[in-house]
């Protein structure tokens, strides 16, 4: 698969090799003989990520607590915050996944758009150093930096989305969940209804992260509808 305009997205060039295999979901490797997948990358990016925007948010708000920092740092890398990212780059495209998972929308699922620009950041760091990938990282959080609305609906998603619907008399958020997987991994999936339209989703852990990450992408979308 031709990558080039990803990279011109990204900004940068990474090894053909390494961008491959940030591309790689686990469902891919499963369905074609174990290769190896993009998550040791992803866990090293979400290291570089969280270093990079901790760096940048302590010496941008000089007057802000360690709480409120924590806050800051907490919704910009969020899974939400970077399958926006991964939206924005037109990320979904490039993803090598499994049949089962492209069947099932995997190239617009947040937590696997989430860990592949993570595994991006990772393979970017391995190839062209550390400057270099928080270069990267900021340049891609600049969009979510523009607008300081999103702060304080990180912070109480549901409570944001619920003013804002409220201010719009677009009638109150209904949450819709649905679960996938065994009992002990379980993978739930929030829908968020407002007005009887489907508006966004997120997917966790619990339902009550589901919830929170269905409401920061639904508030999302309706800020953007100005």
Same mark, same amino acid.
Do not use: C
């Given at each position: 698969?031709?990558?080039?305009?990803?990279?011109?997205?990204?900004?940068?060039?990474?090894?053909?090799?390494?961008?491959?295999?940030?591309?790689?979901?686990?469902?891919?490797?499963?369905?074609?003989?174990?290769?190896?997948?993009?998550?040791?990358?992803?866990?090293?990016?979400?290291?570089?990520?969280?270093?990079?925007?901790? *760096?940048?948010?302590?010496?941008?708000?000089?007057?802000?607590?360690?709480?409120?920092?924590?806050?800051? #740092?907490?919704?910009?890398?969020?899974? *939400?915050?970077?399958?926006?990212?991964? *939206?924005?780059?037109?990320?979904?495209?490039?993803?090598?996944?499994?049949?089962?998972?492209?069947?099932?929308?995997? #190239?617009?699922?947040?937590?696997?758009?989430?860990?592949? *620009?993570?595994?991006?950041?990772?393979?970017?760091?391995?190839?062209?150093?550390?400057?270099?990938?928080?270069?990267?990282?900021?340049?891609?959080?600049?969009?979510?930096?523009?607008?300081?609305? #999103?702060?304080?609906?990180?912070?109480?998603?549901?409570?944001?989305?619920?003013?804002?619907?409220?201010? #719009?008399?677009?009638?109150?958020?209904?949450?819709?969940?649905?679960?996938?997987?065994?009992?002990?991994?379980?993978?739930?999936?929030?829908?968020?209804?407002?007005?009887?339209?489907?508006?966004?989703?997120?997917?966790?852990?619990?339902?009550?992260?589901?919830?929170?990450?269905?409401?920061?992408?639904?508030?999302?979308?309706?800020?953007?509808?100005?």
């Amino acid at each position: 698969m031709n990558h080039f305009g990803l990279e011109q997205a990204l900004g940068v060039t990474i090894d053909a090799e390494l961008l491959d295999l940030a591309l790689t979901h686990r469902s891919w490797a499963y369905e074609n003989g174990g290769v190896a997948t993009n998550e040791r990358l992803e866990f090293l990016g979400d290291a570089i990520l969280g270093q990079a925007v901790t *760096v940048m948010l302590y010496s941008t708000y000089p007057d802000l607590s360690e709480g409120d920092l924590a806050k800051r #740092r907490a919704s910009l890398v969020s899974a *939400v915050a970077l399958a926006e990212v991964a *939206v924005s780059i037109g990320l979904g495209q490039h993803l090598k996944l499994g049949k089962g998972e492209e069947l099932t929308g995997g #190239r617009a699922k947040s937590s696997i758009l989430a860990d592949t *620009v993570e595994a991006i950041i990772g393979a970017a760091y391995l190839d062209l150093g550390g400057e270099v990938a928080t270069a990267l990282v900021l340049r891609l959080i600049a969009p979510l930096l523009a607008e300081p609305d #999103r702060f304080g609906a990180s912070m109480d998603p549901k409570t944001s989305l619920q003013e804002l619907a409220a201010h #719009r008399n677009l009638g109150l958020p209904v949450y819709e969940i649905t679960d996938d997987g065994p009992d002990h991994s379980k993978v739930f999936t929030a829908t968020v209804v407002i007005g009887g339209e489907p508006i966004a989703s997120g997917e966790g852990t619990s339902k009550k992260q589901a919830e929170m990450g269905a409401a920061l992408a639904a508030w999302t979308l309706l800020h953007s509808r100005r």
